[in-house]
């Protein structure tokens, strides 16, 4: 079986790390001093970068809104551009630091489109490489993933440093 295109699986898993109701895009943000623990890789100034715990691919990044708001008609335009100043800083680093071959790169919305969270707007960044559409499920241990997880953390985390937006994106 081939499948190009479904991190709304591993997402949709994600939300049984909840204790409560409280929407994890929320959640992550709220603690800079824990980036390093929520995997949280870039912070701007409407929108941030974290690592999707259950990724559908290594590298599997997601770019969140600040506000709580589902309906991506309502996003204004400062978090829109942010949001691909963003991204292409994403593509850059896992590109120069994974050696990542190709991306996909997009949206869920609303429930039917396979959205783990509907009402928090957040982008998918999930790298690719020849022959990885089974890569995760295979290593699919909660420790290997996890230890994954920090390491790749840690190889991306200066790209994003280095990378640092000049602020000003009200004025666009
Ligand atoms: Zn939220």
Redesign the pocket.
Known sequence: MKRLWAPWRMEYISRGDLEND??????KQKNPENDDEDFVLYRGEHCYALMNTYPYNNGHLMI?TY???GDFTKLTKAELVEMMEITRIAVSAITESMGAQGFNIGFNLGCVAGAG?V??IHLHIVPRWGGDTNFMPVIADTKVVSEALKETYERLFPYFEKNNIPRGFDEV
């Open positions: 409280e929407c994890f895009l929320c959640e969140a506000r709580h708001i969270v009402d928090h």
